[in-house]
């Protein structure tokens, strides 16, 4: 049977923390097009995926030892009379809160806080943001983005690939490099390394982000929104000024600035539901008032509205939604046990998140009739299958669909 994006045919869940096998790996996003294939976690012989093994290896890890070479890291950057001796990006989470207020007032440093806003702030996400800034007392630097730019490269994002996150993904991890040129500022910390969450358990063995993440060479290389970096100059007038702040800097541009980009979370032992508490401790941080549509969470990624549409059509492409997300971290954390999570995935997965669609749309020019006849061009054939005029998965973790 045909599948797009080079996913498994075979689909197949982890015993342990309910992840599928079609759950892509974390990838560069400036090189994303429609034909390209994805990698996926790895799930072995014994239904065991990568990010339970490493979830059993990370409680084996020494973090006293590491957080003494954190200490070193930071001895070296200190800054003096004020200079600003490390970047946190962020837009007021909760990671970005945890990340800078810990490296501030229980290590010394003095962050400079960099925010790449969300394409549509929620109420509450940007009432977080102030609080952020406000109670951490953090010094902030904010892109003013064009909007123009922002609507053209998300509306081509979805029609292209179905990615309704991903200039916000770009501009969130590439402005602060620019910010950390300008500024000449060689330190910029993340909070925990997405590989935890199904790349190969080899990428979490340094708390450095490879530089061919972050560097490129050649524009012909480049694709924004799924479309080539030349079709965007000549259909829309966008130079390299204009896209530059979506783009790394070019490996000239980087030049023997010493850059590095590093994950705390290498060093620490970063648990989300901690990092939440922490959060509304010291940076007063709120959940959303209410339950989050497609999961059963209230706290997480919650700052910008099409946060929710970005869930929903990983379900689409992938088979698996937000709840399955959350769920699989949780008992990675052995917060949930498996037969709480396959009931929360069985009540909320691939619930259609409705309450900001109709704003998204409207904001982006996409018709609804538009948006549903392209989603369903990114539905696999062997994930998905048309029965008296619905959609229904063939496969999922609870055994209930139609191929089971």
Not at 17 to 34: A, D, K, T
Not at 101 to 115: A, D, W
Not at 149 to 176: D, R, V, W, Y
């Amino acid at each position: 049977m045909k599948t797009l994006f080079g996913l498994p045919k075979k689909v197949i869940f982890c015993k342990k923390s309910l992840i599928s096998n079609q759950r892509p790996n974390s990838s560069i996003e400036f090189r994303h097009r429609f034909n390209s294939l994805k990698k996926t976690i790895n799930i072995d012989k014994n239904s065991i995926s990568d990010a339970w093994k490493y979830s059993r290896k990370k409680k084996k890890i020494d973090f006293n030892y590491r957080e003494k070479q954190l200490l070193k890291l930071l001895k070296l950057h200190r800054g003096k009379h004020g200079k600003y001796d490390c970047i946190v990006p962020g837009s007021g989470g909760k990671d970005s809160c945890y990340a800078s207020y810990i490296l501030k007032y229980k290590y010394g440093m003095n962050p400079l806080t960099v925010t790449w806003p969300p394409i549509m702030y929620t109420n509450y996400g940007y009432k977080n943001f102030l609080n952020w800034i406000k109670y951490g007392k953090f010094k902030n630097i904010s892109a003013k983005r064009n909007e123009r730019e922002t609507k053209i490269l998300t509306k081509l994002a979805i029609l292209n690939l179905m990615h309704p996150f991903q200039s916000f993904i770009l501009g969130q991890k590439n402005f602060p490099i620019r910010i950390a040129l300008k500024y000449k500022i060689p330190l910029i910390f993340y909070g925990e390394n997405e590989a935890e969450h199904g790349n190969p358990i080899s990428d979490n063995n340094t708390s450095l982000k490879s530089k061919s993440q972050y560097t490129f060479e050649n524009l012909n290389d480049v694709y924004l929104g799924g479309v080539s970096y030349r079709e965007l100059n000549k259909r829309y007038n966008f130079d390299y000024n204009n896209l530059k702040n979506y783009l790394p800097p070019k490996k000239d541009e980087l030049g023997s600035f010493p850059l590095e980009i590093h994950y705390l979370g290498y060093y620490l032992n970063w648990i989300p539901q901690e990092t939440y508490y922490y959060s509304v401790e010291n940076c007063n941080f709120q959940p959303r008032p209410f339950r989050t549509q497609g999961t059963y969470s209230k706290y997480n990624s919650i700052d910008d509205k099409i946060d929710d549409l970005h869930f929903y059509t990983l379900f689409t492409k992938f088979g698996i939604g937000r709840a399955t997300y959350d769920v699989s971290q949780e008992l990675r954390n052995d917060h949930l046990t498996i037969e709480e999570g396959k009931k929360l995935i069985a009540k909320y997965d691939g619930e259609f998140p409705s309450r900001y669609f109709d704003e998204i749309l409207k904001y982006l020019n996409i018709t609804k009739k538009n948006f549903f006849i392209t989603l369903d061009k990114f539905r696999s054939p062997h994930l998905w299958k048309k029965r008296n005029g619905n959609w229904y998965l063939r496969h999922n973790v609870n055994k209930t669909g139609l191929d089971d």
